[in-house]
């Protein structure tokens, strides 16, 4: 399935822009749930391994198996990271920065993402 997206939300998840820094919904948030596509609605990211990189986005040091796929940007530098299943534009992937233990941070567009609470039982 995929969702109707806003021109906004085009110009990033299709397109590729990048949403300004510290201005996503999900920065900040620190419930605890799945972060899921918001284009096709797969999981991506689960709330345990998002942290405070203070970068401005959204930073994960995992993503759910199989969810996601690097491919190398434009600038033939860095590397992208999209929906494994829609191909939609995440952000980008970084390593080396010594952030966490797995030296590795997903640094998503809030725009390119939903999230699904965890219920508590």
């Not at 959204?58 to 929906?83: H, M, T, W, Y």
Request: a negative charge.
């Amino acid at each position: 399935m995929i969702n109707k997206l806003t021109p906004k939300e085009e110009m990033v998840i299709i397109h590729k822009a990048t949403e300004p820094p510290f201005s996503g919904k999900y920065n900040k948030y620190w419930e605890k749930g799945t972060y899921i596509c918001k284009r096709c609605n797969s999981p991506l990211y689960q709330s345990k391994d998002k942290f405070d990189s203070g970068c401005g986005w959204p930073s994960f040091d995992n993503e759910i198996s199989g969810a996601i796929k690097q491919v190398l940007d434009s600038d033939k530098i860095r590397n992208e990271i999209q929906c494994v299943n829609c191909g939609a534009h995440l952000g980008h992937v970084f390593t080396g920065e010594g952030l966490t233990e797995k030296n590795v941070r997903h640094c998503v567009n809030s725009i390119s993402l939903n999230f699904e609470s965890l219920e508590e039982e």
